[in-house]
């Protein structure tokens, strides 16, 4: 049974940064394209950023991009998004999950899901 948790979220003001993480258990995270979506009160869950799984390359939100990098760490079965400069847009709920795809971007692509972490930008 593989399991995600998120940790890192919080309350931070907005142009500051946070650093979510996504440590895997159950399954080697070499084995997985891995994914963070977002869920804002009221709103759909949507795609933030992906990463290969190589790791030598992300892929992202265009409303995120140049501000939010993920990385990631097989050895430690890690999976890591730093935000930066962030906007009061950015609150909602942060999820990883799992991909066997090689990109992706659909919620149905991604298997498993973690139970989320809350992110809160205040003005």
């Known amino acids: 049974q593989v399991q995600l948790v998120e940790s890192g979220g919080g309350l931070v003001q907005a142009g500051g940064s946070l650093r979510l993480s996504c440590a895997v258990s159950?399954?080697?995270?070499?084995?997985?394209?891995m994914g963070w979506f977002r869920q804002a009160p009221g709103k759909e869950r949507t795609f933030v950023g992906g990463?290969?799984?190589?790791?030598?390359?992300?892929y992202y939100l265009d409303s995120v991009k140049g501000r939010f990098a993920i990385g990631r760490d097989n050895a430690k079965n890690t999976m890591y998004l730093q935000m930066n400069s962030l906007k009061t847009e950015d609150t909602a709920v942060y999820y990883c999950a799992t991909s066997k795809s090689w990109t992706s971007r659909k919620i149905s692509d991604y298997d498993y899901w973690g139970q989320g972490t809350q992110v809160t930008v205040s003005s």
């Open positions: 159950g399954s080697p995270l070499s084995r997985y394209t």
């Open positions: 990463i290969f799984l190589s790791g030598a390359s992300g």
